[in-house]
């Protein structure tokens, strides 16, 4: 049961609206400030330009949107990519992209807001601190003003934690179905949600069983069950419908552009930076943490003690839903499975800041509040100066290099003058896991053969047939699987004898496209 220290106060209305309203503008300003820059992430813009398959291919269907990554986060711009005829930027920069991801990052700040309220942090001054301090933090920024997919997984673990604490203070079997549902969401956004999805089905068991006077087992199988079957829907129907359309369970780790192919292909490079073996990688992972959340860790382990003390168990909520996204992002990268960059550390943020919060409740101390949010402003612009640093911020480091070089402008160029010849449909063949930003910013989509067209392998084999005359490809070391090159070994270097080069395009790092006619 809940102690005076600790009970909810009555829930507020206003408050997380204002959060919401505040922080999803701050954040969609700095998304536009970001695109204006051409500081635009890759993983971002692809999510954006698989929703763009399903409306504007030259064969459009929802099976475009691929099954590589998980669907949430492109199906939530189609609404927004409806629009793009109209406002070209909403597909071409992605815009479509840092919309959704504001709203999420404003709805992660409004349930943080409620997390800690409900936590027993009753003081409007403490509770307004340290919301705006993590609506701050380096990575809630980027992640929701660059149109990453992680803002979405937070706001889903979010959503589940709070029903979790909810639960384990009120032991409401709503409460339960909530959690279920934000589980579900969270598996069709990232795969990392496999991780709280375990934890917390078996914390949902292990406190019914313990609850119950009576049919332990049964109680905490039927609480379990509510709790793990939206999750375990969501994955085996997502497994399925992959299985039924591209002929695999799980294509992130057997094709050729997921994640386990991509990680194999640039381990060369990653261990450039963050060295090779377990201890080397176990001491980056650590100096990530160090300066994103360096009060993460020890003050979970502090509220775990004092939940243990007090016989309660709201810091398991937190522990179980973001330290598994947290515990699954870095196990994966000391096992080589991950790329290690550090917007994968973003789960510590909230796991610190409601470790804090139920410290704070539970000591009911000014002097020891004030201690606490100057520590946390204090550590604050670590996460700013991580973002900075090229070998803690690899991939915003990298964001930094393509704006500069002008790769961007350069693919919109292509697109242009692609666009000038005026191509028939179905004129150009190109692989667009790597072409996206071209395809994207074209004005006549429908020229191109892509790679989610149903007849795109068969115009591939007899490009005359299916009426296709030129291919457009980018330089071997910028994709390592086309598609195209693949089936025409030497195709980009020299044509592979069946196509003569037409058009060449090139940024200031060497990125190069080139566009070849068929014979």
């Not at 700013?384 to 964001?399: D, I």
């Not at 030129?470 to 699987?481: D, E, F, H, I, V």
Request: aromatic fraction near 10%.
């Amino acid at each position: 049961m809940p102690t005076e220290a600790t009970a909810p106060a009555r829930r507020p209305r206003a408050e997380p609206w204002l959060w919401f309203a505040l922080t999803s503008a701050l954040y969609l300003g700095a998304g536009c400030w970001l695109l204006s820059n051409d500081l635009i992430f890759p993983d971002a813009l692809s999510r954006v330009a698989n929703g763009y398959y399903v409306l504007f291919s030259r064969d459009p269907h929802l099976a475009a949107i691929g099954f590589v990554w998980n669907p949430l986060p492109s199906l939530a711009t189609l609404p927004l990519l409806a629009f793009s005829p109209w406002i070209p930027a909403l597909a071409g920069l992605g815009a479509a992209g840092t919309v959704v991801s504001a709203l999420c990052g404003g709805g992660c700040v409004a349930l943080l807001a409620v997390m800690l309220r409900e936590l027993g942090v009753t003081s409007a001054w403490a509770r307004g601190l340290l919301t705006g301090l993590f609506a701050v933090q380096a990575l809630v920024v980027l992640g929701a003003a660059t149109g990453a997919s992680e803002a979405m997984l937070l706001l889903t673990c979010f959503y589940t934690a709070l029903h979790l604490l909810r639960w384990l203070r009120e032991a409401d079997t709503w409460s339960l179905v909530h959690v279920g549902t934000g589980l579900g969401l969270a598996y069709l956004t990232r795969y990392e949600a496999a991780a709280p999805a375990i934890a917390v089905v078996g914390l949902v068991f292990v406190v019914s069983v313990a609850r119950a006077s009576a049919q332990r087992w049964s109680y905490g199988v039927n609480d379990a069950a509510l709790a793990g079957l939206p999750f375990a829907a969501a994955a085996l129907g997502w497994a399925v419908t992959s299985k039924v359309i591209v002929g695999t369970w799980f294509a992130t780790f057997t094709s050729q552009y997921g994640n386990s192919a991509q990680v194999t292909s640039g381990q060369t490079s990653i261990e450039s930076v963050t060295g090779s073996g377990l201890v080397a990688r176990t001491l980056y992972l650590s100096e990530q943490l160090v300066h994103l959340a360096p009060l993460a860790l020890p003050a979970t382990l502090a509220a775990l003690m004092v939940a243990w003390v007090r016989r309660e168990p709201g810091p398991l909520a937190a522990v179980a839903v973001f330290g598994a996204v947290l515990a699954f992002d870095d196990l994966t990268f000391l096992w080589g499975s991950s790329f290690g960059w550090i917007r994968l550390q973003m789960a510590a943020i909230p796991l610190g800041y409601l470790a804090l919060g139920y410290l704070l409740a539970a000591a009911r101390r000014r002097w020891l509040t004030c201690v606490l949010v100057l520590a946390l402003a204090a550590t604050t612009p670590l996460g700013w100066l991580a973002e900075a640093n090229p070998r803690l911020g690899r991939e915003e480091t990298l964001a930094r290099e393509v704006a500069a070089a002008g790769q961007y402008p350069m693919q919109r160029a292509v697109a242009t003058d692609l666009d000038d010849v005026s191509p028939a449909d179905g004129s150009i063949i190109t692989d667009v896991a790597y072409s996206f930003p071209v395809f994207l910013a074209s004005r006549h989509p429908h020229s191109y053969v892509i790679t989610t067209d149903r007849d795109f392998q068969e115009s591939l084999a007899d490009p005359a047939a299916a009426g296709v005359t030129y291919a457009l490809l980018a330089s071997p070391q910028n994709s390592p699987s086309d598609a195209v090159e693949l089936a025409y070994p030497g195709m980009f270097e020299n044509g592979a004898g069946v196509a003569t080069l037409t058009a060449q395009w090139q940024d200031a790092r060497g990125t190069t496209w080139r566009l070849y006619r068929f014979a």
